[in-house]
């Protein structure tokens, strides 16, 4: 049953969470279960991963109900250890060769009319695993071309070939979350750089095709609400169209602490600045994830164009 592999396992395993009292406007949508039980089946049977899982996301009801999933390649551990990330940390497994084809066979399956596809760090890889996200975005497109593809990767260690790898598949909008503010990067993402970070999303804009680019932050991790206007600006700086901010929700005590939660309101008035600043597209809010709502976001994107 959904409630048992998911719900007990991901959500009502709280314990040692901040005591912070939790505000009324975070409010987790428990949807459908047959249609969550379906998604979780393909994706059982095709052994395969997804960020909903791996990194507890409190809109996987809602999403999985919606019968979408954001699959994450290269196995569920990663090669960092960032401190606000429930994903396994260490030593991954070979990458599956089926893996990029049982993707597409998912992403046909499930009907998607826009997929995302993003993986762990793989840093004990050359490229950083940025064949496997072109192979993926392949078999996608052999299977269904009509689908848009958003691929959500890692840093590469800076490898800016591989990144244009990546857009060259190509892909439709290329996702790198900088995730926190420059000042807060030893603590929050340890072997992650800032500038490297903008570095990833700039080449990416440069390459052939100009896939569109997007970015998100959490918050609620120390950052100074002037920090992240100057981020904002930062992301503009290197041609960032699509902007994702959300709140920062501890996943257990051996997390890094949250500070505070923020108000919608704050988030509305983020999202006014971001809009002003000239992003395209912005969502922002407490549930907010990168790939929250990532079909309707490009969807906006491209009727502001029209």
């Known amino acids: 049953m959904i409630e048992e592999k998911i719900l007990v396992q991901n959500f009502l395993n709280r314990k040692g969470r901040e005591r912070l ?6 409010k987790i949508k428990l949807g459908d279960p047959s249609n969550q039980n379906a998604v979780l089946n393909l994706i059982d049977g095709l052994d395969l ?14 999403c999985w109900t919606d019968k979408t999933a954001t699959f994450m390649l290269g196995g569920d551990t990663c090669t960092r250890h960032c401190g606000f990330c429930a994903v396994n ?14 993707v597409a066979e998912a992403v046909k399956h499930l009907g998607l009319a826009h997929a995302v596809i993003t993986s762990v760090n793989r840093d004990d890889l050359a490229d950083g695993g940025a064949s496997h996200f072109a192979a993926t975005v392949h078999a996608i497109r052999d299977r269904l071309p009509s689908c848009r ?9 800076g490898n800016l070939a591989a990144v244009t790898s990546v857009t060259a598949a190509p892909v439709d909008i290329f996702n790198h979350n900088v995730e926190t503010i420059p000042r807060l990067y030893r603590r929050v993402r340890p072997g992650a750089q800032y ?37 904002l600006r930062d992301l503009r700086s290197v041609h960032c169209a699509i902007l994702t901010l959300g709140q920062y929700l501890r ?30 597209h912005v969502e ?13 976001q490009a969807d906006s994107y491209q009727r502001s164009r029209d």
């Open 284 to 296: 922002s809010g407490p549930l907010v994830r990168s790939s929250y709502h990532a079909h309707e």
């Open 21 to 26: 009292k939790k505000p009324d406007w975070l």
């Open 89 to 102: 940390k260490g030593k991954p497994m070979d990458l599956d060769p089926m893996e990029p084809s049982n």
């Open 195 to 231: 500038a490297r970070s903008l570095a990833v999303l700039e080449a990416a804009y440069d390459a052939g095709g100009k896939p569109l680019t997007k970015a998100g932050l959490m918050l609620g991790l120390g950052e100074e609400w002037s920090e992240i206007v100057d981020t």
């Open 49 to 62: 991963h997804t960020v909903c899982q791996e990194a507890r996301c409190p809109n996987i009801f809602e």
């Open 251 to 280: 996943p257990s005590a051996d997390h890094l602490p949250m500070t505070r939660y923020y108000h919608p309101d704050e988030f509305a008035q983020l999202k006014g600045i971001a809009l002003d600043m000239g992003f395209a």
């Open 149 to 157: 593809i958003e691929v959500l990767v890692p840093d590469f260690q």
